[in-house]
């Protein structure tokens, strides 16, 4: 079964980084496309990137566009999101998700996705 595991959230203060991973396992093709989410509280979930493997392309919602490049590690089956320049209205929990095997795009809707990880907490605050 696909499967994602999240790591990298905790607290840190407004102007600071963090870089959350999304282990992938599963995909026998050795492809897919991922997306990455947030919920602040009180909020519906956001989509804010994405990547396809097959070629490392991204795409960013405006919000964190410039801010949160991705990164891949093939060997380890990795996505990395890097969070630069924090700040408070980034507070939310983070989830990473792929779509079906055999289906490579770009796409920050929900819905478009199959798999979730588990989340993980980023509080930016002074």
């Known amino acids: 079964q696909v499967q994602l595991v999240e790591s990298g959230g905790g607290l840190v203060e407004p102007g600071g980084s963090l870089i959350l991973s999304c282990a992938v396992s599963?995909?026998?093709?050795?492809?897919?496309?991922l997306g990455w989410f947030r919920q602040a509280p009180g909020k519906a979930r956001v989509g804010i990137a994405s990547?396809?493997?097959?070629?490392?392309?991204?795409d960013y919602a405006d919000s964190v566009k410039g801010r949160f490049p991705m990164s891949k590690d093939s060997a380890r089956n990795t996505v990395y999101l890097q969070m630069n320049s924090l700040k408070p209205e980034d507070t939310a929990i983070y989830y990473c998700?792929?779509?079906?095997?055999?289906?490579?795009?770009?796409?920050?809707?929900?819905?478009?996705?199959?798999?979730w990880g588990q989340g993980t907490q980023v509080t930016v605050s002074s």
């Open positions: 998700a792929t779509a079906a095997q055999f289906r490579w795009f770009h796409s920050l809707s929900s819905s478009a996705y199959d798999h």
């Open positions: 599963g995909f026998t093709s050795g492809y897919y496309s």
């Open positions: 990547i396809k493997s097959s070629d490392n392309s991204t």
